[in-house]
């Protein structure tokens, strides 16, 4: 299923004005015998999102995680079905709307990845995604970005930027940008993905490949896009990218969506000051990532090496590189190929 920050808030809208019960719950998704609902707790009318188990999934021992914003329940027995149980994800009375929603979506995603496998196995899942989540909320939001940090972002802001621009529609364009919430890539377009590495380095360009998963990915059609800023007058700040884009999602309505994903990408407005140098971007080169691309893949590792980063040099491709209005054609006109 295709999850949305604004299709799950679709949901919950729907649920909004149950009144009688402590829980209302709407079924949204199926793997398996684990059943994933939208609800909201009350009274409150907080969102959540519930994962449904067989009874017996669930042990005395679970140490439930909570924290930032969000909080995480075992539902009552007689809320659900014979046989059943059920934990809940819930948004706290002063969470913030957008990064919920922005979180649910995210697990909900990583969740349904897994495809079939034992309940546990899912719980198990949920709950270390939920814990990387109260870490990543927790770690270093406080630290402006570093130089290197501002040009990823800046990369990132471009690319939206044009893809707003291709799709003629905000929206769209930032349900398509994943790289805030921790996905391997940073933009999902249809079945297709693509990554962005910058940098505003004048000799050279090493990226970082983060994962295996970044480049080897099931995703198809798969591209890397390199962009290289230079220090000039005539470019911007990332202050300056930044508020130029909240006025293309103010006057889309999307401003608090797209509020949240820049406070995922750890930029904050009290640092803003601190941005003050200039980049001026050159042409993206957009690789497209095929069988005969240069990078890790899991089909040749060894079956114990389960992670790795590494570098790879952009400056020494062999491949020719296309244009961003060619790689977004591509991906359109793959929208309907298998995965």
Known sequence: MAWSEEGLARTWRALKDVEGEDWALMPIHQSGSVVFHAGRSFPGSREAVVVDFPAGTLKSADRLPGGGGFDILRLPPDTGSEGREAIALVRLIDGSHELFALMAVNILRHLEQLGRVPPRATLDAFFVRVREWQEFMANQRRKPLSTEKQAGLMGELIMLDALIRHTGSALVALDSWQGPTKSAQDFHVDSGAFEVKS????????????????????????????????????????????????????????????????????????????????????????????????????????????????????????????????MFQILGETADEPV
């Not at 406070?263 to 904050?268: E, I, N, V």
Request: charged residues 30%; negative net charge.
């Open 199 to 326: 940098t505003a380095k004048t000799q050279g360009f090493i990226a970082r490949i983060n994962s295996i998963d970044q480049l080897d990915s099931e995703r198809w059609p798969m591209f890397l896009c390199a962009i290289r800023f230079a220090e000039d007058e005539a470019g911007e700040t990332l202050t300056q990218c930044v508020n130029r884009l909240r006025e293309v999602m103010d006057g889309s309505g999307v401003r608090k969506q797209f509020d949240a994903l820049l406070l995922l990408s750890r930029y904050l407005d009290d640092h803003a000051d601190r941005y003050t140098r200039k980049l001026l971007s050159g042409d993206v080169q957009c690789f497209r990532v095929e069988d005969d691309f240069p990078c890790l893949r899991r089909a040749t590792l060894p079956g114990q090496i389960r992670n790795a980063q590494y570098d790879l040099d952009i400056e020494s491709l062999d491949e020719a590189p296309q244009s961003m209005d060619m």
